[in-house]
């Protein structure tokens, strides 16, 4: 089993609608997990992280954490075609370094 | 206030070649990383720094190597390239261990030919 798996789509959602996106962990320890997106071309940028079950929002945008399942997902509201980019699950794994592990990234399309 | 800067941004090398990534960040960050990214398989860590003087090695680290020397700076020496180490190179950091993210720098596009 891989460490960190996403779907890797492409997930396409019409603008306005939410895009759902998803992220299962192998390491039952893991602390701490991070959303990152990243435009073609670019850098990743953190847009959100989450370390306690339940869900956290900021804005359109809402984590949710389900440890005892090892999921974690990413919620967007009202999807705007500037939300299309490619969206990176990492996961704080329990080594003696804190080990952060990227999963492969699903690519979001907004259609307008 | 810059982040994270890396040069160059884009570069050829022939086999064999060497060259020298460059990663400053101004945040005085005590945690850097070095990164590479291949298309459809997310980020993979060569090496990381968790202060000054102190290095050690990632997932991927054959064929590269680095340095710390200060807070600041934390190159990334490619020896004798090859075409596997063509990739999209990202250099992070972080201010400490834990629940915080990371900054990256805007990538080095290395081709080897």
């Known amino acids: 089993q891989k460490e960190v798996e996403q779907n890797s789509g492409p997930l396409s959602v019409p603008e306005g609608a939410i895009a759902s996106l998803n992220c299962t962990y192998s390491d039952r320890g893991s602390q701490s997990f991070f959303w990152y997106r990243q435009y073609s071309g670019k850098s990743p940028e953190l847009i959100m992280f989450?370390?306690?079950?339940g869900d956290k929002e900021d804005g359109r945008f809402t984590a949710q954490l389900n440890k005892a399942s090892q999921y974690v997902s990413l919620l967007i509201r009202d999807s705007q075609p500037s939300d299309s980019a490619t969206y990176l699950c990492a996961v704080n794994m329990r080594t003696s370094y804190d080990k952060v592990i990227f999963g492969p990234g699903t690519s979001l399309s907004v259609i307008p | 206030n810059a982040g994270v800067t890396q040069t160059p941004k884009f570069r050829i090398l022939k086999i064999g070649q060497s060259m020298t990534l460059q990663c400053t960040q101004d945040?005085?960050?005590?945690?850097m990383y070095w990164y590479r990214q291949d298309p459809g398989m997310g980020l993979k860590l060569i090496y990381y720094s968790v202060g000054a003087g102190i290095t050690d090695k990632g997932e991927v680290p054959n064929g590269y190597n680095v340095s710390r020397s200060t807070t600041e700076d934390f190159p990334l020496r490619l020896e004798l390239a090859a075409p596997s180490q063509t990739s999209v190179y990202f250099c992070?950091?972080?201010?400490?261990?834990?629940?915080?993210?990371?900054?990256f720098g805007s990538g080095t596009r290395l081709t080897v030919v």
């Open positions: 945040m005085n960050h005590n945690y």
């Open positions: 989450i370390y306690s079950n």
């Open positions: 992070a950091s972080s201010i400490t261990q834990g629940p915080y993210g990371y900054t």
